[in-house]
């Protein structure tokens, strides 16, 4: 396996904008070489036969039947606003004519 380098994790780094001491760089490099270690392993493994997929686990929306309801809180949520007139919500004037 290629030994990643010192060199390659301050290029790196500074492509990416950190700022990295000599224990910091050290300790990258370490953990970038298990990561390609482990991405060997994962070479190895066949999956011709495995469908692809986005996500580990299944997601299904489950829908409700839209119904129609009638509610009587329109004062209740008029009075939730700042400010009314009769059944509408008063709104301060932005378009000038």
């Known amino acids: 396996m290629t030994k ?21 760089i050290s300790n990258h490099a370490e953990q970038l070489e298990k990561i390609l270690e482990y991405i060997k392993q994962l070479e190895k493994i066949d999956t011709d036969n495995v469908p692809s997929t986005t996500r580990a686990i299944e997601v299904i929306n489950v829908f409700r039947k ?15 606003g700042p400010s009314r007139e009769d059944k509408y919500f008063k709104v301060p004037k932005i378009i000038s004519e």
Not at 4 to 24: M, T
Not at 66 to 80: A, F, G, V, W
Request: glycine share 0%.
């Open 66 to 80: 839209d119904e129609k309801k009638n509610s009587n809180c329109t004062q209740e949520l008029l009075e939730l």
């Open 4 to 24: 990643i380098s010192k060199e390659e994790v301050k290029k790196v780094a500074h492509l990416a904008r950190l700022e990295l001491n000599e224990h910091e």
